[in-house]
């Protein structure tokens, strides 16, 4: 589904990530962990070409090494980007139907998948986002993305700032969301990434130090130490 050839990322001279491979296979669930400014939410911005990039993206069988990043997303690929960024001027409603920009034909069908998917935003329809507790705002921000039907979600640090409780909601949707589309997964909490991804990489320095099968990770001494918290 998405191959990385040799993908670097500069900011001035300084190197976020450095030459690094990957493969992921359809409908499985892939895993970057790694520490804070280890090159993981660079090599999302890079595969949707929204930061300066050497190297080859080829998704699905096409080269997107150089495609702006709206046909990207038009190919099949979305981005939940850290921190959210649900639109908090607009309702739940209208930002699904932000994130159905491409695909409004298929709006009401869709909209009444994501109630169904996270039954915590039905009922909130009209509500402003920015109303909306910090689990709610990150459901409707995965939500959105999948109002495009993609072939393929990446995710960037979906737990962060929420608690245990909602972060294992978070993780369920996720790992139903497996049966139809192939998700990358990048996470600060370690422990629960690789509980549900299929296969792991770990970024240290801006390279992949360790990959594997993530039950084998989990089991990894180094990984244990310095992810694991033991």
């Not at 500069?10 to 892939?30: F, L, Q, S």
């Not at 080859?56 to 190919?75: A, L, N, R, Y």
Request: cysteine-free; hydrophobic content about 40%; aromatic content about 6%.
């Amino acid at each position: 589904m998405l191959e990385l050839k040799d993908l670097t990322v500069h900011y001035g001279v300084i190197a976020a990530v450095r030459g690094i491979d990957m493969k992921i296979e359809p409908n499985t669930i892939v895993t970057l962990i790694g520490s804070n400014g280890a090159g993981k939410t660079s090599t999302l911005n890079a595969i949707v070409n929204s930061v300066k990039k050497k190297g080859t993206v080829i998704f699905d069988g096409k080269d997107i090494s150089k495609e702006p990043t709206h046909q990207i997303v038009q190919d099949g690929l979305a981005l939940v980007p850290e921190g959210r960024r649900v639109f908090i001027n607009l309702s739940v409603d209208e930002n699904l139907r932000m994130g159905a920009f491409n695909n409004d034909e298929n709006f009401e069908r869709l909209r009444a998948e994501m109630y169904r998917l996270f039954p915590r935003l039905d009922g909130k329809k009209q509500q402003l986002a920015g109303t909306l507790s910090g689990g709610e705002q990150q459901m409707l921000a995965i939500a959105r993305a999948l109002m495009s039907e993609p072939k393929m979600l990446m995710l960037d640090e979906p737990s962060l700032g929420l608690a245990p409780k909602i972060v294992g909601e978070v993780f369920e949707i996720i790992t139903e969301l497996k049966k139809s589309i192939t998700i990358l997964l990048i996470e600060q909490n370690a422990f629960a990434a690789l509980k549900i991804a299929d296969y792991g990489y770990v970024l240290e320095n801006g390279s992949i130090a360790l990959e594997g099968e993530s039950e084998n990770l989990l089991g990894n001494d180094e990984v244990r130490k310095k992810y694991l918290g033991g």
